[in-house]
């Protein structure tokens, strides 16, 4: 079991900075506008030899109401509840202030090891800040500058006794727990798992803001996981929530409101909606969740286009379909309107579903692993030169200047997503319609929707003729 260490303090501190040098990576946003965090942010913190789940939390605010403040603290909350070490952290140059005084008072009362943290301690200006924060009766200030890494070596040593605890107490309860083994008892071999429970799958799910990719996730995970409310624009962060679906892992990845670039003016805007299109390379499936009061904006055709050049597999979630009135009339159109806005991700899953209900949620499951199925497809030589011949056979490539062109040979080179090799005695003059239908014809044929398909065209002859196998030996 990994310690848990979780940053917390009142926004501006520096916990994000912190947090990404430990993590080694820049996966919070950071930027010198108070409260950028707003979620808990997890990652695996590494200093030497010694790992450990490091947490993220928002700015705290001592305020108790319904207001998006309020929610943000109760995240904190959650993520002070869940660690085994704590680390407070606070500006050493601006001083302890009221909100310091309060929320040290809370943690005092929180039973978990907390530890105070002097942020920015680099240069004079913060030796006042060091000797003030004694006065916040949490013994002994730890002096570090997350930005530069001065004090790390100090975290090491809180972390390394921590965990040396946590070890001991371990080993204590795996001495005194000694379960009782029935010998005559053969295991049952002939169960097999469904999924492979060690290969995990990335799910991000993206869409313009207020769409309900926050509420969704909680829903998914049973749990008020991410901060959510009727804000547009709440998720700033990407973040990556780990989740159990019939013994397999999956992480879903929430990420900020995508709008039209014209309307992004803010620097903060932009580096979360830069967040967020990364996330977009690094899944495998993308759930593109649409409003169903307002579906097929030019901004969702934008993204589903985004999501079809990054070779990802793609999901159309249809969200707040509670509010529907005329169902099937409704589904039958935008059926029709997917079909003929998104020909390049022609049969993509549309799913129609409620995150704030929990509506049709096993749908969406089950047209993940479908799709995940297409994603990953791999076709024979044989099976695919066959197909090839009959399309051919059925539809003819035109004469181009009077010369026929010949379609000699294809074989799959790669899967995610699936990408194919033609080899043609003129590749460019193969018209685009021409390699269009031979890649609709591959759709409907071996039904592999909802994935982009890539086909190359290359100049050469079939290298497993037998003229060509007597030239290369």
């Given at each position: 079991m990994k310690l848990t260490v979780a940053i917390v303090g009142r926004p501006n501190v520096g916990k994000s900075t912190l947090f990404n040098r430990l993590v080694g990576k820049r996966l919070a946003l950071v930027d010198d506008t108070p409260g950028v965090t707003r979620d808990r942010r997890e990652g695996e913190g590494r200093i030497g030899e010694l790992t450990f789940r490091l947490v993220d939390t928002a700015g705290y605010e001592d305020v108790t109401d319904n207001s998006l403040e309020a929610r943000m603290r109760k995240q904190t909350e959650a993520a002070i509840e869940e660690a085994d070490i704590i680390f407070f952290m606070i500006d050493a140059r601006a001083g302890v202030t009221p909100l310091d005084q309060t929320f040290g008072a809370l943690l005092r009362k929180s039973n978990?090891?907390?530890?105070?943290?002097?942020?920015?301690?680099?240069?004079?200006?913060?030796?006042?800040?060091?000797?003030?924060?004694?006065?916040?009766?949490?013994?002994?200030p730890i002096g570090l500058s997350a930005e530069h890494g001065t004090g790390i070596g100090d975290l090491y040593t809180v972390l390394f006794d921590a965990a040396e605890k946590l070890a001991e107490i371990e080993t204590a309860e795996d001495i005194s727990f000694q379960p009782e083994i029935n010998v005559d008892v053969?295991?049952?071999?002939?169960?097999?798992?469904?999924?492979?429970?060690?290969?995990?799958?990335?799910?991000?799910?993206?869409?313009?803001?207020?769409?309900?990719?926050?509420?969704?996730?909680?829903?998914?995970?049973?749990?008020?996981?991410?901060?959510?409310?009727?804000?547009?624009g709440i998720t700033r962060d990407s973040i990556m929530v780990p989740w159990e679906y019939e013994g397999r892992t999956i992480n879903l990845v929430d990420t900020a409101g995508i709008r039209k670039r014209a309307r992004v003016q803010k620097k903060l805007e932009k580096l979360a909606v830069s967040d967020a299109l990364r996330s977009i390379q690094y899944a495998e499936i993308v759930v593109l969740m649409l409003d169903a009061t307002q579906p097929f904006e030019k901004q969702d055709l934008h993204l589903a286009d985004l999501v079809e050049r990054e070779g990802r597999a793609l999901v159309i979630a249809l969200n707040k379909w509670d509010l529907i009135k005329d169902k099937n009339e409704t589904l039958k159109k935008l059926r029709e309107m997917c079909e003929r806005l998104l020909p390049q991700l022609r049969g993509v899953p549309l799913i129609t579903l409620s995150g704030l209900k929990g509506q049709n949620i096993p749908n969406l499951m089950k047209a993940i692993f479908e799709i995940e199925y297409n994603w990953n497809i791999r076709l024979s030589t044989s099976r695919v030169n066959q197909w090839l011949h009959a399309k051919v056979q059925a539809h003819t490539p035109p004469a181009v200047s009077g010369r026929r062109l010949k379609l000699r040979y294809m074989t799959q080179v790669k899967s995610r997503p699936p990408t194919f090799i033609l080899f043609c005695s003129r590749p460019d003059a193969l018209p685009t319609a021409y390699v269009r239908y031979l890649v609709n014809g591959m759709r409907e044929d071996f039904d592999i929707t909802g994935t982009p398909i890539r086909m190359w065209i290359r100049a050469g002859e079939n290298p497993y003729h037998e003229k060509n196998k007597r030239k290369l030996g």
């Open positions: 978990r090891a907390v530890h105070l943290v002097a942020n920015k301690v680099e240069g004079r200006r913060a030796d006042a800040g060091l000797l003030d924060a004694y006065s916040l009766g949490l013994g002994e053969e295991p049952d071999t002939d169960i097999v798992p469904k999924w492979n429970p060690n290969r995990y799958l990335n799910v991000a799910i993206v869409g313009r803001p207020n769409a309900g990719k926050s509420t969704l996730i909680n829903r998914l995970v049973g749990a008020e996981r991410l901060l959510t409310g009727p804000e547009a």
